[in-house]
């Protein structure tokens, strides 16, 4: 069984560049969630997606956008980063059908915006 | 605005005493609750799930839940110095219907003193 990755690991960017993220979700697993993690505090949900389509999102502006692939791999794009961006983000996939809904995370990606 | 609250600490113990974390939260119709483990600088590890009041069992850890006074514990026995990290709680506030986000308390971190 092949567990949650992400791509790129590190990333450095300079403020109002665009970046995207990569990940691929654990052999099984069809809902892919994105969390931000700043320093000190918990994961923040940013949005869902299941069947390809997004299904629920936190408290986050429109220049975080996603997408999900039919192999149930997704992105997360951010536009116009901010230095408030730098944190780490981290996907998580599920089952949607599966109860408890238990989530696994992947190692994440440290994004820093200068 | 649904919230998980948790002692952000440090919690410290001795080791081979037991480590008792602490969550409450805010959103009434909750259903699913999560403990996490996180090591500095690595991504969130589910270690528990409870749906139902009382307690569950799973090696050195038991989650106790009580619904009506919106509280959720993670016992830990003979705590190790390999336990020593940030423990996150995480709420599904819709039950299971819908998104299935999580909140995610701030953590507490716990250290075990040989």
């Known amino acids: 069984e092949t567990g949650v990755t992400q791509s790129p690991t590190h990333l450095i960017k300079t403020r109002g560049q665009q970046v995207t993220l990569r990940c691929s979700s654990q052999s099984g697993h069809n809902t892919v969630s994105w969390y931000q993690q700043a320093l000190g505090q918990g994961p923040q949900f940013i949005f869902q997606y299941y069947r390809e389509e997004e299904n629920g999102r936190g408290n986050f502006p429109p220049r975080f956008s996603g997408l999900q692939f039919p192999n149930y791999s997704s992105e997360l794009n951010v536009n116009a980063l901010e230095l408030d961006d730098s944190a780490l983000y981290l996907c998580?996939?599920?089952?949607?059908?599966?109860?408890?809904?238990?989530?696994?995370f992947g190692p994440g990606t440290r994004l820093t915006v200068t | 605005q649904k919230e998980v609250e948790q002692n952000s600490g440090p919690l410290s113990v001795p080791e081979g005493a037991i480590a008792s974390l602490n969550c409450t939260y805010s959103?009434?119709?909750?259903?699913?609750f999560f403990w996490y483990r996180q090591y500095s600088g690595k991504s969130p590890e589910l270690i528990m799930s409870i749906y139902s009041n009382g307690d569950k069992e799973d090696g050195r850890f038991t989650a106790q839940l009580n619904k009506a006074s919106q509280y959720v514990s993670l016992l830990i026995r003979d705590s190790q110095p390999s336990d020593s990290a940030t423990y996150l709680c995480?709420?599904?506030?819709?039950?299971?219907?819908?998104?299935?986000?999580?909140?995610f308390g701030k953590g507490t971190k716990l250290s075990v003193i040989p």
């Open positions: 959103d009434r119709g909750s259903q699913s």
């Open positions: 998580a996939s599920s089952l949607h059908s599966g109860s408890p809904y238990e989530q696994y």
């Open positions: 995480a709420v599904n506030p819709l039950g299971g219907a819908g998104s299935y986000q999580l909140t």
